[in-house]
């Protein structure tokens, strides 16, 4: 029996493979055909509202697109900015904007879940749609809705929605763990390639760009592991037509496939009846949240109060957006142009680069730039804030930083400050975190499943992406700063030229570094024989070198917990053992297998640094 069951996974693999092979033959165009009659005569298209304003309800934010668009001049643009470091204002502000849409939402994803937030602007895109908003979807299909239901019941929603997956795999919109390997087998370089680009666009005129996904976990609202991220909202006539202009590239792109064309959608489509209507609410879907967002998100006067009067005047605003053939063409500069434009920024830097990435694995360019500005005479001094093994949802990655450590700290010059899963700021960073059952005593929730750890509660890690330039320039947005942002996703984010914000962005990333929230990585202290210390120095930067192999257990550097009564010190400071305490490689980490599995990824995958 089991032979059997073998015989057929490797018949179906090879069958999935063969498919693949033929590219541009997997779509069913007759299907595809009959689900393009049945959503037509399915979808709705009477319009709820016969005003001209689309019944949009007020919002402050219109008079300072109308003061942004009166004052500008090409050579002196004007801009509005509120950067969003707390998740669920972001939510908020999502809401409250697309409500406030007069002509077109325009928006942009790579995930998008089935919880309480992805449920939530879903129902909100239709609303907008019902009263006349033209609204255009586009998510990567690797990590989007998942359930076929979903998306048959979004195909018919509205005449104004439509919603289109980008990159699908052999034409289907859910992709089942066989084809997964399949697609890893047969089409790696496209499989690969995904749209990492996160954008809300209202009116063509106002925009949310950063790190945050469509899912509970960015907006505050997963009870088990939370995301400390961060996005801009920015409006302003230069800006908004740099974003509406990206949009429209990938929105046009032979890869954004529409429901329709989708096998596994149209089979759906084809055989309901479509007497179902609506999204079904996701399972212990929290109403009473939802209600109390919506509430404050059409409420003029706390949107006025705590976010439109709080918004920045500033000039020159940049978006950059890396294009959708960027994989297809690396030799082509103009194809990665916001990496191309992170690269002269820092190339550019004189004082000091403040930066934040989940996952600290550089890219050949990146590692290049830190090498030149360790080089420097005067040195320019970098700051890392990142995730702790404890705090980060991709422990393999982590591994792979973990053997690098060395190299950031004596080849870059990095001072390193890793997360922890339990920041003693919970309460700033996340709203309601006490409520949701954080902190150390309140561990009504189960352990997250990526690294188990010593106590329970609501966990948080970084996911924010930003850099901050001698204070005058900051960079929020999508881009990793990893090999996979730099040669194969598409990433998109915001320059900000402000002295102004760049001082808020840096605050915040040195709060989530301070000793309260955040380990500090630096070298152990030297014990032993000075020989024994020199070989051991040799044989462990030789580990390091190799592809393979690097199991020398004695590492460079490790983590420390500032003690009670010291002040903060870095790093090369003489006083520094005195006020540090070492707390080993992988504090809060409880799981002896985990430890383990970071030492053969660390070992063993320097191979996969390209992909992770």
């Known amino acids: 029996m089991r032979f059997a069951v073998t015989v057929r996974v490797a018949a179906r693999l090879l069958g999935l493979l063969a498919a693949a092979s033929s590219a541009g033959c997997g779509l069913n165009r007759e299907l595809a055909r009959q689900a393009d009659l049945a959503v037509a005569a399915e979808q709705p298209r009477e319009i709820d509202c016969d005003r001209a304003d689309r019944c949009a309800i007020e919002s402050p934010y219109r008079e300072l697109v109308e003061r942004a668009r009166a004052d500008s001049r090409p050579e002196a643009p004007v801009h509005y900015v509120n950067v969003l470091e707390v998740g669920e204002d972001s939510l908020l502000l999502r809401v409250h904007l697309i409500r406030a849409a007069r002509r077109s939402i325009d928006l942009q994803t790579f995930i998008w879940a089935q919880d309480d937030a992805g449920w939530l602007v879903l129902d909100e895109l239709v609303a907008a749609a019902r009263r006349g908003v033209k609204v255009r979807v586009l998510a990567d299909q690797l990590f989007s809705l998942d359930n076929i239901d979903w998306l048959a019941r979004i195909a018919r929603a509205h005449a104004n929605l439509e919603f289109r997956l980008y990159n699908p795999t052999f034409d289907e919109a859910v992709t089942q763990p066989l084809e997964f390997a399949a697609g890893l087998v ?57 974003m509406q202009a990206s949009f429209e590239q990938f929105w046009r792109h032979p890869r954004s496939t529409p429901l329709t064309r989708l096998n596994d959608v149209n089979r759906r489509l084809v055989s309901d009846d479509g007497e179902v209507r609506g999204l079904p609410l996701p399972e212990s ?3 009473a949240r939802i209600e109390s967002l919506r509430s404050r998100a059409t409420d003029a ?32 500069p103009a194809q990665a142009e916001l990496t191309q434009r992170i690269v002269d920024l820092l190339r550019a830097a004189r004082e000091q680069v403040v930066f934040e990435t989940p996952y600290l694995v550089l890219s050949p360019r990146a590692r290049q730039v830190f090498r030149e500005l360790y080089r420097r005479k005067p040195r320019v001094p970098v700051v890392v804030s990142t995730n702790s093994l404890a705090a980060t949802d991709a422990f393999y990655v982590y591994a792979l ?9 004596k080849r870059y010059g990095f001072q390193i400050h890793e997360f922890k899963p339990f920041p003693a700021d919970a309460a700033d960073f996340v709203r309601g975190y006490a409520a949701l059952g954080g902190g150390e005593n309140e561990g ?16 948080l890690g970084l996911h924010a992406k930003s850099i901050v330039i001698d204070d005058r320039v ?3 947005g999508s881009h990793n700063f990893d090999p996979r942002s730099d040669d194969l ?37 030297p014990r032993g024989p000075k020989l024994i210390r020199k070989l051991n120095n040799i044989v462990a930067t030789a580990s390091t070198a190799l592809p393979l192999f690097d199991v020398w257990p004695f590492r460079y550097a490790t983590s420390y917990e500032l003690k009670p009564g010291c002040r903060p010190l870095p790093p090369q400071d003489p006083g520094f053992q005195d006020c540090y305490l070492d707390v080993g490689d992988f504090p809060e980490v409880d799981l002896p297998l985990k430890t383990i599995y970071t030492r053969i990824v660390t070992a063993f995958g320097a191979g996969l640094v390209g992909i992770l």
């Open 186 to 242: 047969c089409c790696f370089s496209r499989f690969n390639q995904r749209m990492h680009n996160k954008l809300l666009l209202v009116d063509g005129e106002i925009g949310i760009a950063g790190g945050r996904n469509v899912e509970n976990r960015y907006f505050d609202w997963d009870t088990e592991f939370d995301y400390r991220d961060r996005d801009v909202l920015v409006l302003g006539p230069p800006a908004g037509a740099e």
């Open 285 to 287: 879907v929290d109403l």
């Open 301 to 332: 006067g706390y949107v006025r109060a705590h976010f439109a009067a709080e918004a920045l005047r500033t000039g020159r605003v940049d978006y950059f957006s890396d294009s959708p053939d960027k994989a297809q063409r690396p030799d082509d």
């Open 401 to 409: 930083s973990y053997k690098y450590k060395k190299r950031y700290l």
């Open 444 to 459: 009504r929730y189960q352990r997250y499943g990526r690294a188990p750890l010593k106590r329970e509660g609501v966990r």
């Open 474 to 476: 900051s960079l929020i």
């Open 489 to 525: 996703n598409t990433e998109s984010g915001f320059i900000i030229h402000d002295r102004v914000v760049a001082g808020r962005v840096r605050a915040a990333i040195q709060r989530n570094a301070e000793p309260q929230n955040a380990w500090t990585i630096a070298q152990r202290p």
